[in-house]
């Protein structure tokens, strides 16, 4: 993007609306404030801009209907802000349309990486289908969606076609929560909901991929939310 990239930043707090602003104003981005969400609402119709960073707990609206009426209105790329120990509440902004989440509270790198990750992902997905990419690469495991396989270094790993489908979903939006019911439903279908299939399935492939599968590099547990694929290494 040639334009400074425009945060929303939907904070009531003025501390933390603060220090958001302060590590943002830091890498360029052109940063604006709303405090409540009727601010929020009008500020992303006026100011268009291109990712909105949403703390949920505001002070005239319930965070979860500014999120909702955002997502019906808005497409851009929404980062939910969120207290530690919420998990349904996480669950919840994911499925009304959250592209992410952080937590409370979080370092400027993670923040950041977030933010980067999210503005990617949803340029990727402005993308058409055809011009997805072809191959992704994380440390040391290569998968090729032509070829449909997955090497951990120079070797091959050998995939059930379920296995192979959640792996390739997690690494089309490599760097993004994706919560369990999402994954059961983009694997199984819309009436799945045993997440101890997930589960296994997820035992097996870390068996086959994780150097450390109680350690996990690649595919890391959100406790309560889901999984993630690390986009890149820490
Ligand atoms: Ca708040």
Redesign the pocket.
């Given at each position: 993007m040639s334009h400074p990239v425009t945060v929303l930043v939907v904070?009531?707090?003025r501390a933390?609306g603060n220090l958001l602003g302060a590590i943002l104003d830091a890498q360029k981005y052109r940063v604006l404030f709303a405090t409540n969400g009727a601010e929020a609402l009008s500020m992303a119709a006026s100011h268009t801009p291109d990712i909105i960073l949403l703390?949920?707990?505001?002070?005239d609206m319930d965070?979860m209907d500014v999120l909702i009426q955002l997502r019906k209105w808005f497409d851009l790329p929404i980062l939910v802000v969120s207290a530690r120990q919420k998990e349904q509440e996480k669950v919840e902004a994911l499925d009304a349309g959250a592209n992410d989440y952080i937590t409370k509270p979080f370092g400027n790198q993670e923040l950041l990486a977030r933010i980067r990750t999210s503005l990617r992902q949803y340029a990727r997905m402005q993308n058409s289908r055809s011009q997805l990419d072809s191959e992704f690469s994380v440390g040391d495991l290569h998968l090729s969606y032509a070829r449909r396989q997955l090497h951990i270094g120079d070797e091959l790993v050998h995939l059930t076609p379920i296995e192979y489908r959640i792996v390739v979903l997690l690494a089309r939006n490599a760097g993004m929560v994706l919560t369990h019911d999402h994954i059961l439903k983009e694997i199984w279908g819309p009436f799945a909901s045993d997440s101890q299939l997930l589960r296994v399935n997820m035992a097996n492939i870390r068996r086959k991929i994780e150097p450390n599968p109680a350690d996990p590099r690649y595919i890391l547990t959100e406790v309560g939310v889901g999984y993630r694929m690390i986009d890149t290494e820490r």
């Open positions: 904070e009531d707090e933390i703390d949920l707990g505001l002070p965070g």
